[in-house]
Nanobody
């Protein structure tokens, strides 16, 4: 079965850290750009990070630059998103997604056609 599965979310205090994982099954990730998005109720899904295929160039939104780090391990067929210095406004459901082999990163969620089920991140004291 071709799918993406996220894990690693949870409840963390402000200033804390988490690492989210995105596991691919049914296909190999190395030729796919992978984006991490987040969504809160009533708002549009926002791309926070993306890593290209090949050399793995990383892209970040201004809201998370310097605090989040995206990486990939092609041998394990995994992509990770490290979150640090978390703020209450980072609370959201986080999703990983791809738009097909050979396509690059794109900021719009509309062009991504494979999504995981999401993992909840809650930042609260």
């Amino acid at each position: 079965q071709v799918q993406l599965v996220e894990s690693g979310g949870g409840l963390v205090q402000p200033g804390g850290s988490l690492r989210l994982s995105c596991a691919a099954s049914g296909f190999t990730l190395d030729s796919y750009a992978i984006g991490w998005f987040r969504q809160v109720p009533g708002k549009e899904r926002e791309r926070v990070a993306c890593i290209s295929s090949g050399v793995g160039t990383a892209h970040y939104s201004d809201s998370v630059k310097g605090r989040f780090a995206i990486s990939r391990d092609n041998a394990k067929n995994m992509v990770y998103l490290g979150l640090k210095s978390l703020k209450p406004e980072d609370t959201a459901v986080y999703y990983c997604a791809t738009r097909g082999s050979g396509y690059g990163c794109n900021v719009s969620h509309n062009v991504y056609d494979m999504w995981g089920q999401g993992t909840q991140v809650t930042v609260s004291s």
